[in-house]
T-cell receptor, first 113, second 113 residues
Framework: NAGVTQTPKFQVLKTGQSMTLQCAQDMNHEYMSWYRQDPGMGLRLIHYSVGAGITDQGEVPNGYNVSRSTTEDFPLRLLSAAPSQTSVYFC????????????FGQGTRLTVV | KNQVEQSPQSLIILEGKNCTLQCNYTVSPFSNLRWYKQDTGRGPVSLTIMTFSENTKSNGRYTATLDADTKQSSLHITASQLSDSASYICVVSSQFGNEKLTFGTGTRLTIIP
């Protein structure tokens, strides 16, 4: 099992550009989520999905879109990148939302200039 | 507002020594408390998880304690090794069935030879 795989690992964008952060898991987990991690702050939930075809907003959803067409994939789209979106992004998955065993990807470090 | 506070922010100890990290939380209703280890440039990895009724849980050289009355938890590391250098994040979950996670900002632990 590869676990949770995120790509790319690093990315630099210009303000206004769009891009998609990829996340895939091979554990057949129903619950997937995206977090951002900023210096001096705890991880904050952006969007989550409780299963294919179902997504919902987290704590900081503005400027991001998600979709869940398959159980395995949960891409995060930045619509028009802003410097405030410079952060490290983590995708996580677990069997269900209450599952204590959450698995995280290695992260994507995004810089918006 | 749900909050998780960790102390100290950073800690440097000699290899082989023990240390204790602290976590105070104001999360209600409480579901469980988790400790994660995050190596530099990697995603968080679960160390322990404790529910309301559990006071202590061990994972090798890591021992977590929970006092649900005072809303405090600690993570004790015994006989530290260089590989223990990482950030340790306390995460508290609220509500059963519609779980929300509140992340602490972490303690940065450095082990020196």
């Amino acid at each position: 099992n590869a676990g949770v795989t995120q790509t790319p690992k690093f990315q630099v964008l210009k303000t206004g550009q769009s891009m998609t952060l990829q996340c895939a898991q091979d554990m057949n987990h129903e619950y997937m989520s995206w977090y951002r991690q900023d210096p001096g702050m705890g991880l904050r939930l952006i969007h989550y999905s409780v299963g294919a075809g179902i997504t919902d907003q987290g704590e900081v959803p503005n400027g991001y879109n998600v979709s869940r067409s398959t159980t395995e994939d949960f891409p995060l789209r930045l619509l028009s990148a802003a410097p405030s979106q410079t952060s490290v992004y983590f995708c996580a998955s677990s069997h269900n939302r209450g599952d204590t065993e959450a698995f995280f990807g290695q992260g994507t470090r995004l810089t918006v200039v | 507002k749900n909050q998780v506070e960790q102390s100290p922010q950073s800690l440097i100890i000699l290899e082989g020594k023990n240390c204790t990290l602290q976590c105070n939380y104001t999360v209600s209703p409480f579901s469980n408390l988790r400790w994660y280890k995050q190596d530099t440039g990697r995603g968080p990895v679960s160390l322990t998880i404790m529910t309301f009724s559990e006071n202590t849980k061990s994972n090798g050289r890591y021992t977590a304690t929970l006092d649900a009355d005072t809303k405090q938890s600690s993570l004790h590391i015994t006989a530290s090794q260089l590989s223990d250098s990482a950030s340790y994040i306390c995460v508290v979950s609220s509500q059963f069935g519609n779980e929300k996670l509140t992340f602490g900002t972490g303690t940065r632990l450095t082990i020196i030879p």
